[in-house]
């Protein structure tokens, strides 16, 4: 015997979310359209029904999230002179990994 089962409900906040189509694209800290205007309709793979429309990302596109984070980077190295800078281990920040012989800190 076959059971009928309620369709999914989406939380309110995903509904509002994605009732915003088409939803843009984040480079450089702010929503964007692709420099195109390109839009592709995603859809829910169990009923084919669309769920949203998103941004298609191009070339120029890339170019410019390439910018924006390199940009990004060099503000947040500015004025640092890399003496302190360390790889991240185990989810520390740098600055609790002790020095020692085979250190990861890097030499400018």
């Known amino acids: ?13 995903v509904e509002k979310f994605l009732s915003e189509s088409p939803l843009k694209s984040v480079i450089g800290g702010k929503d964007v359209a692709s ?31 390439v910018k924006a984070a390199a940009d990004a980077f060099k503000k947040a190295l500015k ?12 989810g520390n920040t740098g600055d609790k990994v002790p020095k020692s012989e085979g250190s990861t800190t890097r030499q400018a």
Request: glycine share 10%; charged share 25%; hydrophobic share 40%.
């Open 1 to 13: 015997m076959a059971t009928a089962t309620a369709p999914a409900r989406l939380l309110p906040e």
């Open 35 to 65: 420099a195109t205007g390109e839009t592709m309709a995603t859809r829910d793979p169990g009923t084919g029904e669309p769920i949203a429309e998103f941004a298609v990302l191009g070339a120029a596109d890339v170019d410019r999230a």
């Open 79 to 90: 004025g640092d002179s890399g003496d302190d800078r360390t790889l991240p281990a185990d």
